[in-house]
């Protein structure tokens, strides 16, 4: 078999054969203090308390901050488009988009949203559906029909049903029947009676109900108060929270990273600094790219962050990921 040699003329990647250069180590590190874990354990903690301080901002700051990020670092890209003004509406309109998104993403996650159905309704539309399929049960019997009326009545009043929404449905229900309007007539009024005489039954338990004196299992709430402890209501918060959370992490560790010479505030005061393996300098792409490291090292249960623990450079996926490495200063 005939082996093809390598060209040594050849003077960057090409994706085509392997060459050396995406594995590039600058000549600098060699000797360089690795970061012990404790420091690293510690600044991270740092920018956490950092984060959760700025979380408390507004969205409309974190869109505002993120969109500037982007039009700074969207300056030298577009090689391919020379004309000068259709870079700037290009940067500008992916800026523009870019604060819509963080904001719409971040309200929605932050809204609490309504609900579609309240309980009530979906209680009334089983009624209903269980009138239809009782109805067809009583095969044209009468005296069937009119039991099934005062049931179904019973059941609207209990489910919370608006008597004119229960008499409109039930009417339109019996005229579809094909039904004389004499027994229409009569099957309407045994609804309605049937839900009347349950309406003023359960407001004579609940006027019985409050006269009787309570004892007070708990302290009442004070007054403005709100007892909403739902899990969906605590879902729905820490979702806003944490997506906000997630994303000033993201651009907090994107512009330190890039701007600030792979320094954050937390590395800063524990001396540690990342850097990349070829020694090139972070753009805000190469920053962000490996704060995505972190959802893998969250992926793998941790374990990508354990990792420098028996790593020979004590890299974190998110340095495996982004080709970086941290050192002490």
Known sequence: MIQSEPDTNLKKDNRDIVTPFAFELDPQLMGKAIARPWRRGA?????F?????????????LAVLTSIA?????RNNNPNIESKKAKSWLRFAGTGLLFLATLIVVEALRT???????????????????NLIAWDKCE???????????????????????????????????????????????????????????VEQMAAVDEIASAAPSEPDSPPASAGEEQTYSPLSWAQGFAGDLGLGFGWAALYHSVFIAWFRGRTPGKKLLRIRVVKLDGSAFSLWDSFGRYGGYGAGFATGLLGFAQIYWDANRQAIQDKIAETVVIFE
């Open 70 to 74: 982007f039009l700074r670092a969207s």
């Open 112 to 130: 609490e949203p309504e609900p579609v159905e309240s309980e009530g309704t979906v209680a009334q539309a089983i009624v209903y559906g269980l």
């Open 49 to 61: 308390v950092l984060i959760a301080i700025l979380s408390q901002l507004s969205s409309v700051v």
């Open 140 to 198: 044209a019997a009468q005296k069937c029909q009119l039991e099934l009326a005062n049931s179904v009545g019973e059941l609207l009043a209990e489910s919370k049903a608006d008597r004119d929404d229960v008499e409109e449905h039930i009417t339109e229900f019996l005229e579809n029947r094909e039904l004389p309007q004499a027994q229409i007539e009569q099957l309407l009024n045994a609804y309605l009676d049937a839900y009347d005489q349950s």
């Open 43 to 47: 600044a991270q903690c740092i920018d």
